[in-house]
């Protein structure tokens, strides 16, 4: 007996060994130190999630690491303007024709060369359905991308297409290599990418960072950080205790509660960037009753204290805002008069509509809008005040993504949406007012004709015309509660110069060394 | 003994096949992949066309002995979000987990093992209750908010150690700490229940009759013989660290198995989300079995209930 004890303890530490045995490879990444900032500049990066893939043509998040390692055909300026890229100008030939002239000399960095069959076999690769390319919808409109010479190319697209030029600053159109795509296939790819862009890639520890370093021959000149690690902390407040430890350099997605922290340290300070991101409205279900009488949802708008919420509830994380297009997009025409914190106009409207007693309703929220939660508790009580019960009903966010666009949500929803890196009101407001459409729970002929409209036709200012005359008939139409414009913030590393971008984009090669 | 183990192991295969028919339906309650790997401006027909590609338009059940199939050729499907194979990405990210349960697991047994003695040395002293109101506290704070704390005390304010991530030894302390914190509890609590319910047994009176000290009674007779079922706790508390992991690793970042539920569970990634469940459970499983089969093999008593 005495001996099958001890025989016992000893199995388990076996089997405990065994385990230690597996111990993992250390420091892979290098601590981002300030020794010999001015030779060699290394940084890291921490985002909230890893990436899934290194592939442009085939990712499901957006491509702040991507974008490092190649280029697209037009890129943006720190002013978001459309300047050129791999492509040095573009210019319509016809309604449905966009010629890009191709930069000569580039090379990937392999050394294969980059030309129009490059373009040509990047864009044929995500338009192939049998790719099942997660973002062809980004470039559906194209009907085929055709080789001139060497370095022109023809983009013909199936109806006319504004928006072409902005379609080749943001993937899946980054410019990969075809005889090295080719030869190592998709998946591998995935894992080793190449491209023209001022990173290359190094290496990809699944789960934690990817190491890229600077592109010696690149045609944009070389870059002052020479080395970059992106990291991936997925918990809000580690990415903020990492910033503020100085492990990392720069860290995205800082939420609102974490400003004061970053503001208050001596060694990083708080990138705001203003209205970056989602536009936060309550949606109604317009065919629903009482959803369905415009005075209903006028009053419903009367009811509430926007400013309130913001400067309460949100601490000013977001901007009060009755434009449905943000003011860095194509089409924005400033701040239209909305509807006042007007209780007494909201029940006469009530009660000219019918409800003079109100009536109840189920809003849904999600947790992907700052504070959204409490937000909607203090939208539930100032509805009350006006005779409206609200139920507050909180959905699991992988949830949500697949209820709202099977228009399954509640006849009252929480939803913002953004024109992501577009900038152009096309993206920010038509899957949500088309009728239709995925996200929308609106129908108006008249709506429906202008948006359809502005999206085919390449007349600056008629667009223009086009969103200003929407955004008049929407506002008073009010298929939604009017909120808010969420900020974005970053925290940046008083060693590093550089401020967050309304693309959301984080081009390595703008950043420098900076000891202000 | 050979029936014994036979059956027990019938038993451990019946599990893991109930583990994996579980989470089979479970993840498939809550959600469609096609929606969430395409990006929101994705239409109907492009969704439409992803879920038929990738199999899930079938009738559920046509596609539960489809995946049944795949299991027993070892074929776990390639994961949504990565496109590689599932299994490959849980059994890269397995050694990162086992570490942490490891280093988790030694310090809970240590600090569990000794604050059990002491109590059980001292019962109804103050130190029993300090020690048991300290055990107390550790097991219903969240572990999120344990962590949390550590990394502002440890790495924000002291400078000692990293806040998260990867790399060597120094930077798995604070995460070990954190999954180290609630199986402290158990381990203590049965290691001093069991050492008081032997301290009353006949051969410690007799031992103390021969004119023993009480610490050299303790150490040479009770400990021995209380030792069994802390064994059985320890030995659980590791099978739950490994599946526990899921809040501890994504607060410090560290690139577990954990982290890859979590983020499996998020994009619907249903084969990701199988093959770590399914490999955790085996892990569980198995580590449940061996130590039913040593204490077996101790205490022929023990039963297949």
Redo the contacts between chains.
Sequence with gaps: ?KK??FL??L??LA??AA??S???K????EEATGEGQDQKLEITIARA??V??LDPG?L?ENAQVVDNIFDTLVKRDAEEKLVPGLATSWSQIDDTTWQFKLREGVTFTNGEAFNADAVKYSLDRVLD?AN?A?????VSTIQEVNVVDEYTVNVVTKKPDPLVPTRFNRYPTEIVPPKYAEEVGQ?QF?QKPIGTGPYQFVSW?????VVLEANPNYWGGEPDVKKVTF?????A??RV??L??G?VDLITAVSPEDREKIESSSTARLSTVERAGNTVYVGFKTDVKPFDDPKVRQALNYAIDVKSIVDKVLQGAAVQTNSLIGPKDFGYAGEPEGYSYDPEKAKQLLAEAGYPNGFSATLDTVSWYIKNTDVAQVIAEQLKAVGVNIKVNNV????Y??LV?AGKQSDMYVLGWSSTNTLDAD?AIY?ILRSGE??STYANKDVDAKLDEARSVTDEAKRKQLYQEIQDEVLKDAPRIFLYQENQYYGVSDRLKWDGRVDGSIPVSTISAGNE | MKHYVLKRLGQSVLAVLGAATLVFFIIRL???PA??????????E??T??RE?LGFNQPLWMQYIDYLKNLFTGDLGNSL????SALK?VL??M??T??L??FA??IAVTVGLLAGIVSAYKKNSWIDYVVNGWIFLTQSLPVFWIG?VL??IF??NL?WL????????ESIILPALTLAAYPIAPIARTMRASLIEVMDKGYMITSQAQGFSKPSRILKRGL?NA??PV?TV??LEFGVMIAGAVVTE????W??VG??I??G????DFPLVQASILVISIIYIA?TL?TDL?YH??DPRIKVH
């Design positions: 007996m099958s004890k016992l303890i199995t388990l089997v405990f385990g230690c597996t111990t993992s250390s420091g892979a990444g999630f890893d899934n893939g085939f499901t359905p099942n997660p973002t062809a919808s980004y998946e995935a520890d699944k789960g934690s960072n990291r991936s902390i997925p918990e407040s580690t205790s990492a503020l430890n492990e699991e966010s992988s949830v993504r697949t666009p993206a899957a995925s996200y | 809550s959600g469609d929606r969430l790997m395409l990006p929101p401006e994705a239409s109907e492009q969704v066309a992803l590609s979000y990565y496109k590689e990405l890269e990210r050694p990162a086992i570490d349960a490891m697991i030694i949390i990394i502002m790495a924000v400078h990293p806040t998260s991530g990867n790399r060597g030894l021995k030792f069994l064994i320890i030995s994504t607060i410090f970042s690139p577990g982290q890859l979590i983020q569970v998020s994009n619907r580590i061996v040593i093999r101790l």
